[in-house]
């Protein structure tokens, strides 16, 4: 059974649910004190923590706090990040950059600027970008991995904070609004949704999003920590 994992700054903790639901099967306390991202290799949490400057990456043993690995970002201000079967991706909101990473490490092998001023939510559709920005309250959907955009559509509330994607439909989480989305395909359009489990959701993923089983296997932010 797939299942939504969510990162909240609130509570420092990252939640597994039961499928798409509120329902909570299990958690686990966050490495430092800034939770901004959480993503799954197929295997492992990996996780994003904007405390220090730059931030840091962490690849836990499986759905636990034990650290297996982790480096610090090239990101001043690291948030969202997603896995591509092979590569970490990254967003850094001080720049407006988006990431890729040489494997689970610093080395940059890619990059290119987001089309607003502050990318948060990222996730990968096995073959585009997908990313969320807290400025323009908006999804995109990028061609491959580039700045090119083919499509896009408003967010549901106002602070977007996590994107990814169920193999036929975008998920986001709201800062706002305390809320897990489920979309129709990618459009605005709201299938379902639910509360966060605790006040301050950042960074989300879906346990399947990689391989979709066809495939082998704060201080930094204010505007939206203060809410």
């Known amino acids: 059974m797939a299942n939504v994992l969510s990162g909240d700054n609130s509570s420092d903790k990252y939640y597994r649910h ?20 959480v993503s799954w290799d197929g295997t492992n949490v990996c996780s994003a923590d904007g405390s220090t400057n730059p931030g840091r990456h962490y690849r836990h043993s499986g759905f636990s706090s034990t650290i297996s690995n982790s480096f610090s970002s090239l990101a001043d201000l690291v948030a969202g990040i997603c896995w591509d079967g092979t590569n970490l991706l990254d967003t850094d909101t001080g720049l407006g950059k988006i990431y890729l990473h040489s494997g689970f490490s ?6 290119f600027s987001s089309p607003s001023t502050t990318p ?11 990313s969320g920005d807290y400025t323009s309250v908006k999804i995109y959907l990028h061609t491959g991995f580039s700045s090119t955009i083919s499509n896009s559509f408003a967010s549901p509330s106002t602070s977007p904070v996590g994107v990814s994607w169920d193999s036929a439909n975008v998920l986001s989480a ?19 949704s639910f509360s966060s489990p605790s006040t301050s959701p950042l960074g989300l993923e879906w346990d399947d999003r990689v391989y979709f089983g066809r495939f082998p296997k704060g201080s930094y932010y204010p505007h ?4």
Request: overall charge negative; charged content about 5%; proline content about 2%.
């Open 18 to 37: 039961t499928g798409f639901s509120s329902t909570i099967s299990n958690s686990f306390s966050s490495p430092s004190v800034t939770t901004t991202g």
């Open 106 to 111: 610093s080395t940059i092998s890619n990059s």
């Open 120 to 130: 948060w939510g990222l996730t990968w559709d096995n073959t585009n970008v997908l």
């Open 174 to 192: 709201d800062n706002a609004l305390l809320k897990i989305y489920l979309h129709t395909g990618f459009s605005s359009t709201i299938s379902n």
């Open 224 to 227: 939206i920590l203060a809410q």
